[in-house]
Structures are given as structure tokens and as C-alpha cells.
């Protein structure tokens, strides 16, 4: 699992991947985080044998970003919570997730990720805003 703390990048979420790097950054980030899952299961080997063969499935990405709310409006026009499609009726929008390393410069972009909202009182008095997205692509410059 990769894991940044806010201070070490910069996040940009963006419905398209077109001039991402010119949006607004994403504030007050705690942490990001994303897994890459192979899929694994194990399988015996046959009769006779306890050996067991892993067989390789399906990917399964998934990641996590946590923030300290606040009323920042990025594309302009939209909150946070907004900017994620937590509040929508209809579907979800596929969304870019832009993360550059501050101190090596590395970009990674997680693509046409959806996921779900979470907004809640912290434990040092905070309130925090946790984004669980699961996404499609990822690459890296």
C-alpha cells in the first residue's frame, strides 16, 4: 500500500484529465493512500498433497484520502464533498485523482475513481472529510 501524508503532496481531483495540473489544489489534506489488489487465492495442488498453488484473479484498486474540512471551492463552483459527487441523486462522476510528490516531483494519477463520502467529528476536535474511492487505471510520470 502506498501511503502519503499531506505535507508531501499535492492532490488535484478533476473529472477530466485535461489541464488537471491547473486546478485547484485539494487543501487541508491529512493523508492519500492507494492499494493495488492482485486477487490472490490458493488452490490445492491435487490429491495426495497438502501444497497449494496461488492463482491470480481479478485487480482490485483502492485508496483513501483524509482531510481536514473547509469551505475551499475548487473548479470554481463546487465544496469538497460536492467536487466527489456526495450528494448527487444520480451517478456517480468518474473522477482523475492527480498526486505529485513535493520533494521528488513523481506523479501519479489514479483514474475514473468513484467512491463514497465520509464527513465526521475527529478526535482532536476537527472535523474530518474521508474519501474511499476504489478506480479503474493508474499511471505514473
Known amino acids: 500500500m502506498t501511503f502519503y501524508k499531506g505535507t508531501e503532496v499535492d492532490v488535484r481531483i478533476s473529472a477530466t484529465l485535461a489541464n488537471i495540473e491547473n486546478t ?4 487541508h489534506v491529512d493523508h492519500i ?3 493495488v ?3 490472490r487465492s ?3 495442488e491435487g490429491m495426495g498433497s497438502r501444497l497449494q498453488r496461488i492463482k491470480e484473479g481479478l485487480l482490485d484498486f483502492t485508496g ?7 469551505e475551499t471551492l475548487y473548479d470554481t463552483t463546487k ?14 462522476p468518474p473522477l482523475y ?6 520533494t521528488t516531483a513523481a506523479v501519479v494519477v489514479l483514474k475514473l475513481a468513484k467512491g463514497d463520502y465520509d464527513r465526521s467529528g475527529d478526535v482532536d476536535g476537527f472535523v474530518a472529510e474521508t474519501y474511499d474511492f476504489d478506480f479503474e ?4 510520470s
Not at 24 to 27: F, G
Open 137 to 140: 487505471e493508474i499511471s505514473f
Open 64 to 70: 483513501n484520502l483524509k482531510r481536514k474540512y473547509d
Open 37 to 39: 489488489g492482485q486477487g
Open 79 to 92: 465544496t469538497f464533498p460536492e467536487l466527489v459527487g456526495a450528494y448527487g441523486v444520480g451517478t456517480l
Open 24 to 27: 485547484t489544489p485539494i487543501t
Open 97 to 102: 485523482i492527480h498526486v505529485k510528490n513535493k
Open 42 to 44: 490458493k488452490a490445492p
Open 33 to 35: 493512500e492507494w492499494h
